[in-house]
């Protein structure tokens, strides 16, 4: 998502069935879920949030800079288990 977010909602628009998204539509979603749009939404980070945000720095593999090595197995693991049969690119470097 983070190379190609247009592409990427399309394909998911897709995939949950929403065809022929009109393009102020798709425009509107895509701005709503750029990382800087996210970053600021209180909703999702709220001004009172205790702890890290959830939207954290929007670069790919960052997650390593956090991960321990067993949460990291443990993921991967998890990711191969549900993530199976799903044709969207995904890169975790």
Known sequence: MVEDLRASIIKIADFIG????????????I???S?????KNPIINPP??????????GKIGSWREVFTEDQDSLFLKLHREKISGC???IRFE
């Not at 929403?18 to 979603?29: A, D, G, M, T, Y």
């Not at 990382?35 to 970053?39: A, G, N």
Request: charge should be positive; aromatic fraction near 4%.
């Open 18 to 29: 929403v065809h022929n998204l009109p393009s102020e539509r798709l425009e509107q979603v």
């Open 48 to 57: 009172d949030r205790k702890g890290p945000s959830k939207v954290r720095v």
């Open 87 to 89: 044709d969207l690119p």
């Open 35 to 39: 990382f800087s749009s996210m970053k």
């Open 31 to 33: 701005q709503n879920a």
